[in-house]
Structures are given as structure tokens and as C-alpha cells.
RNA sequence: GGGGUGGUAGCUCAGUUGGUUAGAGCGUCUGCCUGUCACGCAGAAGGUCGCGAGUUCGAGUCUCGUCCAUCCCGCCA
């Protein structure tokens, strides 16, 4: 029996007519002498009547039992129609039924509302059920028309999509990585990429001027409910570009998916925010500008305070900041607590706060602060009844990061009292800019590069490499959604002696070391390198906001748990003795 | 590696101060039912309270350890 409709398809056109629909047993109502089955498929949901002698036979259908039916399409009862269905006006009256497969009770109910409740742990065992709630079958599809949005975009922009390979030579800089022993060399790896970074420069050097790909990148770093071990990039690359002509190319290519997906209309440009200003403004460097509760410094205000915490902390060369969590002086002792844990966990010695009631400040700090200091706290931070502000005094890094992380669980409290709205479908993306090139690691004492070693610097700091190193900014670009690092670029080094410059000089890698690791690259760049620059773009990260999730485990058909196993297909395993011996390898757990 | 939350029936959860035979809703199974669409009605089955120790006359409940899931920190050039 061959399918003649999809059941999203009959409509009262199509009555009298003998048609064909095959699918999924989604519910069976047995009347005793009736019987309707809701059939669905990949389309929708057709109402199946089983009145004949085919009613014995329906009656023994489960749930997610697999059927094909052919019967005539029948106006249904006036009063019998479904205004919640769209082919809620007719049904299929069966005369024909085959069952190709009986379901087992399915382990939890693969409805939208029901499935959402079930442990994820469940949902991954089964995740072929899973994949049949209407809800994921939406998100897979999100992921299919905004990867097609993104290809028919760049194909549209002259780009050309190149592949590049997964198994790549190990470079230790960066994120750690999946090694992969060779049989043929013995004692020798390979890498799974990490990016396709060196390789989309290699093809700028290769004339390609206009590379994109959706590229598959592989990082042995601990999970997260945004990071997978295997994860999805939109990468880009393009000669003879400028930062602004990476904006306008990627606004442009978020506009055309928004407006495929979500037929909404993005405004651009989008706003740029230059990293020291978000830090100091939100504490992080991808804020969500969606609600304000900005940080404000108040050095000044206690620089010669009486109060010795904030003086001598701003003396010693850090700073006081705080922020104003308006409206929300009637935060729990427990939540206070949590914050307080959260901020110590960050290096701070307390979380100090000020709470406003009737008039009143109450606070363990407050007998400390003399009038004038109020009176700047007052008009610097907007003070009302029923605010609470939250100080933080430490160097300005720590100082932003407790202060940046604090501001968005008290936003979370906020939104949880009802007297704030965070919505999932106000979009407010912004470019994140002016970083610093290099930043000084305590624990190796030296420089690594912030972004890669391959980001160039912006013209006129570059003088200042061998004086003040920290002084110089990257040509480097973030792209931030609602708190949520999307992507990042940057204008890259095209000149084999600046190149070299920052491996040997400021990242001091030693040079035979930059020989073997970079050495094809460098030599790539003497035969006629173009200026140029792109940008890696989280693929995952925005089908998730696309879908109203933050986990990209929503928008990746199989994802592994925190623990990096596949639950379904229970990965990884131990392999036998003779695969171990072919790849030269010993594991030092006995294998099982 | 560290911190938080959770783990009780197939699923989602409740379980009081440590005290009799561990409950509910949904689902499942059986029977009845020709107009339901979350069908209805009647009945039934279903438990290693994640696992292991400990305290106690007595542990789902308290303590310690451990496993799993999840959120976060570290980590993610």
C-alpha cells in the first residue's frame, strides 16, 4: 500500500475520494463499536474511522504502532468537527488497514507538555521517541531552514563552500582535543579539528577570497548546556575585507535567516559596545542588554572613604563598582545566601549590599558611609524605596565579574517576582569590540593571545607590541545575543614577519617550536598572502535562541550528557586488544 | 577538580518529628461502550524508595561514601 496523502493534507475538496495514509498510531479512542485512530505523521494528524470488520483489528493498535490505511475521505458530523485540527472537518473511513509494526509502550509520553517534564537522561535513552514530540521535530526542522538560510545567503554573497579536514595535527594552544592514533605512523596522532582556522587562511593564500562552511569542530573541554563536545560552526572567511565589511556581511546574514525562520525583521546595524565598556557597564563580555541593572563605579565616590574596606581596596589599585537591583529589597535571607556563594566563588570576600525599606537603609556598611557619600550613592544609582544595591571591592576584573554574574541572578530573582520581563523573542544583538590582543596569564607568567594568535593588531596600538603589550587592541569582534557569545572574528595577521613576531616575541613560543607547529603557515604567507579576516559563528547557539531554548542539546539530533556519553548508543566503550595493537597504543585501565 | 539542585510505581510527583500495610494523577492491563478527539465508565496489576555502608528497637526520612542527570565555577587559543 503506497501513500497517496500526508496527514496534514485532506480537507473537505478531497471527500468521496479513496486515498492512502500510513504513520503513527497517536492515540486510539475504542467506543466499542467505533474506533478512531489518530494517525500522524511527519505533517500533521488525519482522524482514521474503524466501524467495519476492520474494528477488531484497530482494536488491538497501540500508541506509536506504525499502520498504513486506505479508505474514503468522509465529511465528519457538523457537530463532530475539530476546529484544533487542521484536517479537523473530515475523516478517513477505513476499509483497509496494515500494520507494519505493533509499538511497545513508549517509556514516557512523547507529548509537547509531557515530555518536557520527563528527565533528560530518559529522553536521550530513547531519543528516537523523543525526536517524535512535536516540539523537536520543529527544532530539527529550525536547524534545516537556518542552515539553508546561511548557505543560500553566503552562495548569494559569491561565497563558495570548501570543506576542510576533520583529522588535523595536533597544536597544544587552545582547547584541548581529541587525538586520534595513526596505524600507519606508529607513536603518532592526529587531531580532530578544533576549528578550521589555519586552513580557511591557507585558502586566502589559496585565491579562494570568499570561503564559508558549516563545519563540524571538536573540543575535549568539560560540557555545558551551550557547549558539546562536537559542535557546529558557520565559518567565513574573505580577502581584502575590513572589520566593517564583516559587520555589514554578517548582519546580513543574520537578517536573512531571522527573516527565513522567524519571518522577523532584524534592524541593523547592529550596536557595537567596545569590551572595557561592557565590562565596566555589565560586568561581562557578552552582556544581554535586554534589561538594564547597570553596574556604575564608585571609586571616586570612596576614594578617601572612612569606610577602610573600599579605601584601602582602591588604594591597592582596585575599585569599588556596585549596581542597583531595583525593586528587589525583599530578596530571602536563602537567596542573599546563594548570591553570597556565587560572588565568594569568584574570589570576593562578601557580597556588601544596601537594602532600601520605608525611607530606611539597611545595612551592615551603611554606619560607615558619611553623608556626602550617600548623597552620591543616592543620585549615582537611581536609589528608591524597595531597591537593594549590591557593591563589590576588588581589582577591576574580579570587581566586574562578581558584580556581572550578581547582575543576572538578581535579574532571574526579578523576573521570578513578576517585575520584570526577559523576553526570549526580543533579539538585541550587539558587536562586543576593541578587545585586548594580548592578556598576561599569572600562572604561566607570560602572554597568550586572547582571542588567537593570528588576530592582528589595530594599526595604530602597534607600536606599542614590545612596550605595553596589554595596551594593544585586537582587530577582533564578537558577536553577542541576549548574553550569549555567538561568534567571534577578527581581521587576521597576513605578513609572515609580524606573524612571527607574535609567536616568538610576545607569546614566547620558542622558535623551533613555531617552526613545527606553524612553520607551513608562515611559509604560506611569503608566497603573496591577501589582507584578510572572517568570523566562526556557533551554529547551535543560535538554532537554540531561534527554537526559545538556551540548551543546544534541543537542536542536536543526538547530544551527549555532561559526562560526554551517548546515552542511546552508549559511547564511548572499550575497545578490543587487537584494535589497541593496531594502533600501537596501550591504555593504562586494563580494557574490561 | 569544585559548588548547587534532583533521583520514591512505566512517567510526573507527594510522603509531616525516624514509627502500622509507602500514596496520588497520568499511563498500562482486563471488561463494557457506534461519534470520540486528554473519550467515558467499572475493575486490576504495578515499588531493590539510585546503589553501598553506618546510627537506631525501628530509616524513603538522619550520617558518610558512591553512581547518574542537570545547572554553574574552573576549562572552552
Redesign the pocket.
Known sequence: MKRTHHCAQLTPSDLHTTVSLAGWVD????????I?V?LRDRQGIT?V?F?TNLRAEA?LL??ESVIAVTGKV?L??E????K??PT?QV?L?ASELVVHNISE?????LTDA?GD??????R?TYRYLDLRRPKMRKNLLTRHRATKAVRDYFDAQEFIEVETPALFKS?P????EYLVPSRIHPGEFYALS??P??FKQILMVAGVEKYFQIARCF?D???????QMEFTQIDVEASFIDREGIYTLFEGMLKKVWQEVLQHDLPTPFPRLAYHDAMNRYGVDKPDTRFALELVDLSDTFKTSGFKVFASTIAAGGCVKAFNAKGLADITQGEIG?LE??AK??GAKGLAFIKVEAGEWKSPIVKFFSEAEKAALTQKLSIADGDIIFFAAATWDRAC?ILG?TRLEAAQLLVKRGRMTIRADQWNFLWVVDFPLMSYDE?TKRY???????TAPVPEDTALIDSDPKAVRGQHYDVVLNGMELGGGSIRIHQPALQKKIFEDVLKIPADVVESRFGYMLKAFTYGAPPHGGI?FGLDRMVALLCGT??I?DVIAF?????A?D?MAQSPTPVTAKQLKDLHIQTVIPPQ
Open positions: 492515540s486510539v479512542r475504542d467506543h466499542g463499536g467505533i478512531f489518530d482522524q474511522k466501524d482494536a497501540k500508541a468522509e465528519r458530523p457537530a463532530m468537527m475539530n484544533n485540527l479537523g475523516e473511513d509502550t513508549p517509556p514516557f509520553p509531557g517534564k520527563v528527565n533528560e537522561d530518559l536521550l597544536t594552544e587552545g582547547a584541548r578544533q576549528s582556522q589555519q573540543r573541554e568539560d560540557l555545558r548546556s551551550d557547549r546563594a556563594e556565587i566563588s569568584l565579574a554574574r600562572e597568550v593571545a586572547t582571542h588567537h594568535p593570528f566562526a538556551t540548551s542539546r547530544p551527549k550528557t555532561q559526562k556519553q546515552l
